[in-house]
T-cell receptor
Framework: DVKVTQSSRYLVKRTGEKVFLECVQD?????MFWYRQDPGLGLRLIYF???????EKGDIPEGYSVSREKKERFSLILESASTNQTSMYLC?????????????FGPGTRLTVL | DAKTTQPPSMDCAEGRAANLPCNHSTISGNEYVYWYRQIHSQGPQYIIHGLKNNETNEMASLIITEDRKSSTLILPHATLRDTAVYYCIVRSSGSNTGKLIFGQGTTLQVKP
């Protein structure tokens, strides 16, 4: 079974802190994604990566950056956390070939910024 | 990618079939219909997808109307563990970003 793991299930940070959210997948998938999920807004794509060191902005990249130095790992960085970044963060991965778009999601990290 | 419309919530009795509708009246010829679900406090989970033919797997069946403007996800024998938010997503096979657009979904409550 594909496994996507995220470094923390719950995280509490203070405004202005630099925050790292880590995601690791074990199926050699090319594509990886970061979403955030908020009540009433559904899942929104922040960034995605289709290969090592490659990244593309999603719909809401402001205030975030990403890093993909190794194929299995995709990190989301909040350079200076703000209260409006309090959210559930979901990482996903998929194979890069074909139209078959099954994305495998991690369990999520619930981030609270105080 | 075409927009989808789903009812916000539905109830189903345990052991009965759950039929979840989705409207996608602006779907185009190369767009697939995907269904995911999200159980509370977990990440979304893929269920099934289809283009124009009905599809079945170990989890569910997908019925797509002939004009492809709507579809129904069927859970044949719903259990309490099927209580979740179900998302219907339409996207093009030509897209290579893998981006999924999740709407509000349908909250399915399976009751004993």
């Amino acid at each position: 079974d594909v496994k996507v793991t995220q470094s923390s299930r719950y995280l509490v940070k203070r405004t202005g802190e630099k925050v790292f959210l880590e995601c690791v997948q074990d199926m050699d998938h090319e594509n990886m994604f970061w979403y955030r999920q908020d009540p009433g807004l559904g899942l929104r794509l922040i960034y995605f990566s289709y290969d090592v060191k490659m990244k593309e902005k999603g719909d809401i990249p402001e205030g975030y950056s990403v890093s993909r130095e190794k194929k299995e790992r995709f990190s989301l960085i909040l350079e200076s956390a703000s209260t409006n970044q309090t959210s559930m963060y979901l990482c996903a991965s998929r194979t890069g070939t074909g139209h078959y778009n099954e994305q495998f999601f991690g369990p999520g990290t619930r981030l609270t910024v105080l | 990618d075409a927009k989808t419309t789903q009812p916000p919530s539905m109830d189903c009795a345990e052991g009965r079939a759950a039929n979840l509708p989705c409207n996608h009246s602006t779907i185009s010829g190369n767009e697939y219909v995907y269904w995911y679900r999200q159980i509370h406090s977990q990440g979304p989970q893929y269920i099934i997808h289809g283009l124009k033919n009905n599809e079945t797997n170990e989890m569910a069946s997908l019925i797509i109307t002939e004009d492809r403007k709507s579809s129904t996800l069927i859970l044949p024998h719903a259990t309490l563990r099927d209580t979740a938010v179900y998302y219907c997503i339409v996207r093009s096979s030509g897209s290579n970003t893998g981006k999924l657009i999740f709407g509000q979904g349908t909250t399915l409550q399976v009751k004993p």
